[in-house]
């Protein structure tokens, strides 16, 4: 931060309120002060504003003269904090897709952190630009196929975007629609097949070659190897490529969940002796009404209950989604699509919203589109964890749930803090709550009476949340922003005036 020395005759004792310490608690509190006027916040954005300006443009919400200031800074930094904010629309965020370090638009591409659980995705002409974007000319070590990787593992982009690219005049475009090939129509794989670029119509054939076991077998790997788990979990595969798989036990796994294994492989995977091989089995979408009903009667726990969980028929889909839940999915490193391209129909989440079984239940309550009755239904659910995911994953989530998984699940609290839907009012029940971030939560509740008792906690999370509380009067704030173990918090305080908070800046020597 800029400070101005004093001179040779300076007073060898500074002002109170200008100790270097303070002074840098103040600039951050008022950085996250939500009752902060623009212009206060605009002087935050001063190369002397140090760590309060990455809290400012990072971590909350911003008036639209800030956020046009932030996106036309100079400084990269401050761009590229603002690419990460997560209470910024997509539309605001995009707005930085042109700029000119790489690492500011490899951010953009990258999401908003921490990464909600249903990003919202990029405008068209946004993730068209980083995907079509050539090297040459911008700051930055970042290539733009470097960035446009970034984009692609974001979840920005919803699979009907690839949709919408079929016909792009762009090849890069258009190749990345053959991504969809299981979902396309004879027609448009036709075209993508004879599409006049060569790029796409490698990526085209490519695809078709996943699908042929002879092109398989040439290309698989003899060493262990990305590629190589790759082709054996996804990919069609020779006579003697199966039959040396079912006589390695380290590949039995994969083959038992491949979907070109062949069904007469598919009966000796579900006898395998490792229940891990049967479980797979256990889970897939095309099994044998007669072998389902073995793999039903296992002997080992597992098996049986992943059989019974989905009687047949069932989707490829909605097989994922089971195993899902009940950690049975591939493994992350054979997973060669980041995107969900298909998920299961609306009515097969209702009919497991009102399912005996847990792990149907708890694949409904992460269906954000479940009508409000069987929400109701499942927030009154005996089983915990389905109350849990339904209040991290539904809009309609009851706010007593929502609170109640804020307090019973430490990892949750990054994504719940940043929804609406966390209750902020009626929570004086968790001021002494052992917790401290349960007590951060409850000491920043505007109703009820002024947490005094927090503002000493040993927490400085606490402290800070205490100290931001606006049922404290300003001569208490005054005295709280004389504390360096309060300053911080009294300076978020909305029940600062906007005069007051410019005082505070001038006391911080910021530039008006």
Not at 65 to 73: C, F, K, L, Y
Request: aromatic share 4%.
């Amino acid at each position: 931060m800029t400070r101005h020395p004093a001179g040779p005759h300076s007073s060898p004792k500074a002002e109170p309120d200008s100790t270097p310490a303070l002074e840098d608690l103040w600039l951050r509190g008022v950085a996250a002060n939500a009752g902060a006027p623009a212009d206060v916040l605009l002087r935050l954005l001063d190369p002397a504003g140090g760590e309060a300006r990455r809290i400012l443009c990072e971590k909350r919400s911003l008036p639209q003269e800030v956020m046009d200031a932030a996106i036309a800074h100079p400084d990269a930094g401050v761009r590229r904090s603002f690419a990460r904010n997560p209470h910024v629309p997509p539309a605001q965020r995009a707005r930085l897709v042109e700029d000119p370090h790489s690492l500011v638009r490899a951010q953009l591409a990258s999401g908003p952190h921490p990464r909600p659980r249903q990003p919202r995705p990029l405008p068209d002409d946004a993730l068209v630009f980083l995907l079509t974007a050539e090297d040459g000319g911008a700051s930055g070590h970042l290539t733009a196929n470097e960035i446009a990787w970034e984009l692609v593992s974001s979840y920005q982009m919803p699979p009907s975007f690839r949709y919408r690219m079929l016909g792009h005049e762009h090849p890069a475009l258009r190749a990345l629609a053959t991504d969809l090939w299981s979902g396309l129509a004879p027609e448009q794989r036709s075209a993508l097949l004879a599409d006049p670029h060569p790029d796409v119509r490698a990526r085209a054939e490519h695809h078709v070659r996943t699908a042929d076991p002879a092109a398989m077998e040439a290309e698989l790997p003899e060493r262990a190897c990305h590629h190589r788990w790759s082709i054996l979990n996804n990919y069609a595969l020779s006579e003697a490529v199966v039959e040396a798989c079912l006589a390695d036990p380290e590949c039995r796994w994969s083959l038992a969940g491949n979907p070109y294994t062949p069904g007469y492989a598919l009966v000796r995977l579900a006898r395998d002796v490792d229940p891990a091989v049967r479980v797979r089995v256990a889970a897939r979408a095309d099994l044998d009404p007669a072998l389902w009903a073995e793999l039903a009667e296992d002997s080992d726990e597992r098996v049986r209950t992943r059989a019974r969980v989905q009687p047949l028929p069932r989707t490829r889909a909605q097989c994922e989604a089971v195993d899902h839940e009940m950690g049975e999915g591939p493994l992350e490193c054979c997973c060669l699509i980041l995107e969900p391209y298909e998920t299961p129909d609306p009515d097969w989440y209702r009919a497991c919203a009102m399912s005996e079984e847990v792990a149907l239940r708890l694949a409904a309550a992460r269906c954000p589109t479940l009508p409000a009755d069987l929400v109701r239904r499942l927030a009154r659910d005996p089983h915990e964890e389905v109350r849990h995911r339904l209040a991290s994953w539904h809009p309609l989530a009851p706010a007593a749930i929502v609170l109640a998984a804020f307090v019973a699940r430490p990892d949750q609290r990054p994504h719940l803090l940043v929804q609406s839907r966390l209750p902020r009012t009626g929570l004086a029940h968790l001021l002494g709550h052992e917790d401290p971030e349960v007590r951060a939560l409850a000491a920043a509740d505007p109703t009820g009476r002024a947490p005094v008792e927090l503002l000493t906690d040993p927490d400085e999370h606490v402290r800070r949340a205490a100290a931001a509380n606006p049922l404290f009067s300003r001569d208490t704030l005054e005295t709280l922003l004389q504390d360096p173990a309060t300053a911080e918090g009294a300076a978020a305080n909305p029940g600062l005036t906007g005069v007051r908070l410019h005082a505070l800046l001038d006391s911080a020597r910021l530039p008006r």
